[in-house]
């Protein structure tokens, strides 16, 4: 069974973490939630998660995936850990995935994991002319290149969610978590006068 890491620093987008949080359990996916520190973190909105273990427990456990949900200052706290950084590389140099959404690419290419690779972010978190051995495509929700996921922002975390669910498990189980959701396709969305 897959298992993936989702730290979380004080900041977090809440949508991106427990959107992912939520749609991965329901596939089945183990989901270790980490803070940077013991006990809670709050996100950007004052939303309060208690994580399942701290980030240097965490350090010593084998993950298939490491998802790093954007928000600020959630993401520049992630960037500005050491131990974030050293567990994307030691993902990266075992070929499992790293994946990041709206604000969090900066970590990836912060740790240097984007060099000529194809992303989306929120817009303005990565820029062309600083960033120029990364092709930055904002045309889609989620991009991936390799085994690196990227995704806009809040409102991609849906879709996002059920493209790591199809990595780390397959298709089949992805459809069946995006059944369960109800979702209709936006353009079926109807309001009354």
């Known amino acids: 069974m897959a298992r993936v890491l989702i730290p979380l620093a004080d900041g977090f987008e809440e949508l991106e973490a427990v959107t992912v949080i939520d749609l991965l359990r329901r596939a089945r996916i183990t989901v270790d ?7 809670p973190v709050t996100g950007s909105r004052k939303t309060v998660v208690m994580p399942d273990i701290s980030l240097d427990h965490a350090l010593s456990q084998d993950y298939d995936m490491m998802v790093l949900p954007g928000g600020l200052p959630g993401a520049t ?3 500005e850990d050491p131990r974030i950084h050293q567990l994307l590389h030691n993902l990266t140099e075992r070929g499992k995935y790293t994946a990041a959404i709206c604000a969090a690419p900066k970590v990836l290419a912060h740790a240097g994991l984007l060099n000529g690779k194809r992303v989306t972010c929120f817009p303005g978190t990565l820029d062309n002319e600083q960033d120029k051995n990364i092709n930055i495509d904002n045309s889609g929700a989620v991009v991936r290149d390799g085994q690196v996921i990227t995704s806009r922002g809040p409102g991609t975390t849906i879709d996002f969610a059920l493209e790591l669910i199809a990595l780390l498990t397959n298709t089949h189980t992805s459809a069946q978590v995006e059944e369960g959701l109800k979702r209709p396709p936006a353009h079926l969305v109807h309001h009354n006068p």
């Open 33 to 39: 939630v980490a803070g940077l520190a013991e006990g």
């Open 77 to 79: 706290h992630l960037d």
